[in-house]
């Protein structure tokens, strides 16, 4: 298979993975606003942190990349964490503040999509940073969720959720500062051609 075929690939594992991923994004939210049927929402939700971690092992092992990979697995994520913190800012358990500092780096980094396509650039490369702090993030809103209720787990779900929550948006910004980084390096070089 030629390197632009593979890269073309519409039908591998990992894609597969990262659309049941997406196809559970609507399922969670009805989930948690719906009947409340909390273990089934965090069921999903661990399902989705499994395939997360699944699908890039298989893609790297197995020769699977894609481009349409590149673009539905970070889709996924996002609308996980969107969804999530929707659905518990809703149900109350996570406070607006920490909703707006996530949607607010959203903004600051979607605000160089003009920039970038003008100087003839699609997306920024996503780094490592930037996937470990969706990491500490799908792992933080479980955990905060778990929090919320009132087991024996609860208090060490809070504890735990709230470090993974914070450490995860101190990193999401940090990532977001390496973007602005890699998009002025970027228009620097488009403009020396």
């Known amino acids: 298979m030629s390197e632009t ?9 990992p894609n597969l993975l990262s659309f ?5 994004v609507p399922v969670f939210l009805w989930l948690v606003l719906g009947p409340k049927a909390d273990g089934w929402a ?3 939700l661990a399902f989705a942190g499994f395939t997360d971690w699944l699908d890039g092992k298989i893609a790297r092992a197995f020769n699977q990349t894609s481009r349409l990979g590149r673009l539905i697995d970070p889709a996924a ?3 996980y964490v969107f969804a999530t913190i929707l659905a518990l800012l809703l149900r109350g358990v996570i406070p ?6 996530i949607l607010g780096r959203e903004l600051f980094v979607a605000s160089f999509i003009p920039v970038l396509r003008r100087h003839g ?3 920024l490369q996503v780094h490592f940073l930037g996937k470990a702090a969706m990491f500490n993030l799908m792992y933080a809103f479980p955990l905060l969720f778990l929090a919320s209720h009132s087991g024996w787990y609860a208090d060490i779900a809070r504890i735990v959720g709230w470090a993974f929550a914070l450490w995860g ?3 999401y910004w940090w990532a977001g500062a390496l973007y602005v980084i890699q998009v002025r390096r970027l228009v620097t070089s488009a403009k020396k051609e």
């Not at 607006?96 to 500092?101: D, R, S």
């Open 5 to 13: 075929s593979a890269e073309n690939r519409i039908w591998t594992v």
């Open 96 to 101: 607006w503040w920490l909703v707006a500092i």
């Open 42 to 44: 965090i069921a999903v």
């Open 20 to 24: 049941l991923r997406l196809l559970g």
């Open 77 to 79: 994520d996002k609308l």
């Open 121 to 123: 650039y699609r997306a």
């Open 169 to 171: 948006t101190g990193l």
